[in-house]
């Protein structure tokens, strides 16, 4: 059986406005193995965002238990949490955030580079990951002279160019139309495979989480498996 990359263990999460306090995470539990593509399914403010930023190790205010390979990250501090998301963790957000001063090939060299990578080896991942996901002859172009897809899959290469053990993909094809999101998904879905990754996707969309191994529905707090 594959090794578990992530595990959440009766994460909780609350917010306070006035004299009211909301439960957003009601004692979450969730474990992802090596290669499994888990989607997040649930309404847009079940708290989706809020369980990727607990998972992702962005924000404080949770207790419980978060592993990521392993290691227990409740008590690390910002430079720890700092070190394992460069290391370990990639992200893909709904709106695909590029650097807009850079071309896609330099938008995906960056992060490499941030975590030691030599330039050259960074430069050549980069180009690889971009060619596979289709942007060959898009390399020297930036943000603002690419589609809403090209955008998408110079933010996915970005996510992965570190060779993450978990990629966390919020709403990754929100932005897109149908066709185009097909596509994209499909494209991030065999670039996960094909490195050995995990990932986790959060989504609203019944028919692109069903192309996922599992399927876990976030209702009122509470995480569940939704049968198939």
Known sequence: MNKIVAEMRDVRR?????????????????????????????????GKSTLLQALGLLEGGFTGSILI????????GPD???????EKLGFVYQFHHLLPDFDALENVTLPQLIAGTQPEEAKQRATDLLSTLGLGERLEHRPAKL????????????????????VLADEPTGNLDE?????????????????????????????????????????????EEKNS
């Open 14 to 46: 609350s917010f306070t406005q006035g004299d009211v306090t909301i439960d957003v995470l009601r004692g979450v539990n969730l474990s992802i193995r090596e290669g499994e593509l888990v989607a997040l399914l649930g309404p847009s403010g079940t």
């Open 69 to 76: 390979d392993g290691e227990e990250m409740r008590d690390a």
């Open 80 to 86: 720890r949490a700092t070190v394992v998301r460069r």
């Open 147 to 166: 589609s809403g897809g090209e955008q998408q899959r110079v933010a996915v290469a970005r996510a992965l160019a570190n060779k993450p053990r978990l």
């Open 179 to 223: 066709k185009t999101a097909d596509i994209v998904l499909s494209e991030f879905m065999a670039l996960v495979r094909g490195q050995g990754s995990a990932a986790l996707v959060a989504t609203h969309n019944e028919r692109l989480a069903a192309k996922m191994d599992r399927v876990v529905r976030l209702h009122d707090g509470i995480l």
